[in-house]
Structures are given as C-alpha cells and as structure tokens.
Nanobody, 125 residues
Framework: QVQLVESGGGLVQAGGSLRLSCAAS????????MGWFRQAPGKEREFVAN????????YYADSVKGRFTISRDNAKNTVYLQMNSLKPEDTAVYYC??????????????????WGQGTQVTVSS
C-alpha cells in the first residue's frame, strides 16, 4: 500500500511559478514510477508528466513541455513538479499517482495504482 500526499498548490498570476510536491509512504518508492495528472472542472483527468523509478526517464504532455519539470528524490520519497510560465489554462486540481514497477511507463490514468488527494492550482490572468 502506498499513500501519496500532494502539497504546494495555490493561486498565482499568469507567468508565475509553483512547485508541487508529492510525498509517498512505504519502502518501495525507489522502484515506483510516478506521474502527475490534472483535472479542470468539467474535463477529464489528463496526463501532465511522469518519471520512472530511477529518474532517468521523464515524459511530458505537449501542453506543458518546456515549462514544467518533473523530478524525484528517492532518499526523501518525494516527487516534484516545477511549473514555470504558468497560464490560466493550467488551472486545475493536480494529482500525483504511483505504479510500483520498473517497467515502461504509460500516460493512461488507469495504469496507476495509487493516487493522492489532489492540490488546487489556480492561475489568474
């Protein structure tokens, strides 16, 4: 069982930055793929970024590529999402997700086994 707790959301002006954190419980974090997803009101949950168990591979949605960076610290059981040049369309609840695997990752929400409670990010224009 893995528990995930997100933090770092808030209100920011367009062009600003935020860093989200997701702290994971358990002893298997270093063999767990992690992902960030977001869901805006009335929309489906969408993939933002993921990172493999070692941090050697990371993938991004086209909408955030070049602006967001996913990283992880296995010593702290934490994954981060640095968000720069934020836009109003980035407004959503952001969720972190985990899959206990060292296999190739996917961007499908259904692939992930564990989810956090979400943190709200609001970008004002």
């Amino acid at each position: 069982q893995v528990q995930l707790v997100e933090s770092g959301g808030g209100l920011v002006q367009a062009g600003g930055s935020l860093r989200l954190s997701c702290a994971a419980s358990g002893r298997t974090f270093s063999s767990t793929a992690m992902g960030w997803f977001r869901q805006a009101p009335g929309k489906e949950r969408e993939f933002v970024a993921n990172i493999n168990y070692s941090g050697a591979s990371a993938y991004y949605a086209d909408s955030v590529k070049g602006r967001f960076t996913i990283s992880r610290d296995n010593a702290k059981n934490t994954v981060y999402l640095q968000m720069n040049s934020l836009k109003p369309e980035d407004t959503a609840v952001y969720y972190c997700a985990a899959k206990m695997t060292i296999a190739t990752m996917t961007a499908r929400p259904s692939w992930y086994d564990y989810w956090g409670q979400g943190t709200q990010v609001t970008v004002s224009s």
